[in-house]
């Protein structure tokens, strides 16, 4: 029994291009490739990215995932990592219960949000692998070694800058403002000048992080809690902005 690769990403909930590149990194490699190109994965391929996607879910970074599955051949041995790692999420789901609905409580006072409080139990590294597909690896590693190379005095204030910044895209949309208004576009050159302490921000790129803001419900929600509709005035407004000026 096998399935083309389209099956299986159907099935697993990915993409043809990330199980193509889990093979290219030997992370994953189909049971055959047929004469016209098309790869194909058996039962214990289908196991195996099972566990890939498992430890993805975990927080686990390619890297490392591909250390836990050469390194532990026994099946008693990789059920005892998994529950070991699964009890580490389970607290971290526990703290991010927590940062969530401390954000909610606040947000429904009226009061002034923290950053500490906010991202407690986050991991920006979860979503590498879709850094790495929008916009490549150069990209990522970018990010991630500047991120690294902040303090966490630096970190908090990184995150504190993109709450202000949101809570002010939410205020304008409460106000009725237009993603052209002076307003509106000033809070939006200060979300461009906060994405690029991080990356290179071409227009392509700008455009497509604001359409993201709206197609994910990940990253609406960061904009949405302070108003429905919030996220869908960001969007416009880094289209504007990015004709603008990039």
Do not use: C
Not at 140 to 163: N, P, V
Not at 185 to 198: V, Y
Not at 214 to 229: C, L, M, W
């Amino acid at each position: 029994m096998e399935w083309s690769i389209q099956d299986i990403a159907r099935s697993a909930g990915t993409t043809s291009r990330t199980l193509r590149h889990y093979g290219e990194i030997g992370l994953l490699a189909p049971s055959r490739v047929g004469s016209n190109g098309y790869r194909y994965y058996d039962q214990d391929a289908l196991v195996r990215l099972q566990r890939i996607l498992l430890l993805r879910e975990l927080g686990l970074g390619l890297p490392a995932i591909a250390e836990v599955l050469a390194g532990q051949r026994d099946t008693a041995a990789a059920l005892r990592t998994h529950l070991d790692l699964l009890e580490q999420e389970r607290q971290r789901i526990t703290r991010q219960i927590a940062s969530v609905r401390t954000t909610l409580e606040k947000t429904e006072g009226g009061q002034q949000l923290m950053a500490e409080e906010v991202f407690d139990g986050f991991d920006h590294t979860q979503f590498k692998d879709e850094v790495v597909e929008r916009w490549g690896k150069d990209a990522y590693d970018k990010g991630d070694q500047w991120w690294g190379s902040l303090s966490d005095e630096d970190k908090r204030a990184h995150q504190q800058r993109q709450l202000d910044i949101a809570a002010d895209f939410g205020r304008a949309h409460q106000a009725g403002l237009a993603p052209d208004s002076d307003v509106v576009q000033a809070i939006t050159q200060r979300l461009h000048e906060w994405i690029g302490a991080a990356a290179t921000v071409t227009k392509p790129y700008f455009v497509g992080l604001g359409e993201m803001y709206v197609a994910d419900p990940r990253f609406t929600q960061n904009y949405d809690r302070h108003g429905a509709g919030t996220a869908e005035l960001v969007r416009d407004a880094m289209k504007i902005y990015a004709e603008r000026n990039l």
